[in-house]
């Protein structure tokens, strides 16, 4: 189970993270990425993190590469994504998912439909 959280407004170039706190499982041993859909936009891809053995590896959206960093904490079972010079058009709810940790999850991390469990959402409005 997941929950997101830390949504709200923020102005051109502010900054804001987002949480997201899972429940069950072995939250190292997953896939973790987060999602954003603005209003009749399709949902699409922003940030994962993947466990390769040797430490995680990150990947971002060509749109927030350099402002958002995305992480996890695994003694508190929580995904962050730290979100920087933010820009109107980073509106959107944000969703963070979670699919099990196999060589499926690792190649296509970055499509939404695989992912397993979703949290319900956190809405996020960039303007001044």
């Known amino acids: 189970q997941l929950q997101a959280s830390g949504g709200g407004l923020v102005q051109p170039g502010g900054s804001l993270r987002l949480s997201c706190g899972a429940s069950g499982g072995t939250f190292s041993s997953y896939v973790m990425g987060w999602f954003r859909q603005a209003l009749g936009k399709d949902r699409e891809f922003v940030a994962a993190i993947i466990w390769s053995g040797s430490g995680d590896r990150t990947y971002y959206a060509d749109s927030v590469k350099g402002r958002f960093i995305i992480s996890r904490d695994n003694t508190k079972n929580t995904l962050y994504l730290q979100m920087n010079s933010l820009k109107p058009e980073d509106s959107a709810v944000h969703y963070c998912?979670?699919?099990?940790?196999?060589?499926?999850?690792?190649?296509?991390?970055?499509?939404?439909?695989?992912?397993?469990?979703w949290g319900q959402g956190t809405e996020l409005t960039v303007s001044s």
């Open positions: 998912a979670a699919r099990r940790r196999t060589l499926d999850a690792i190649t296509y991390y970055y499509m939404a439909k695989p992912y397993d469990y």
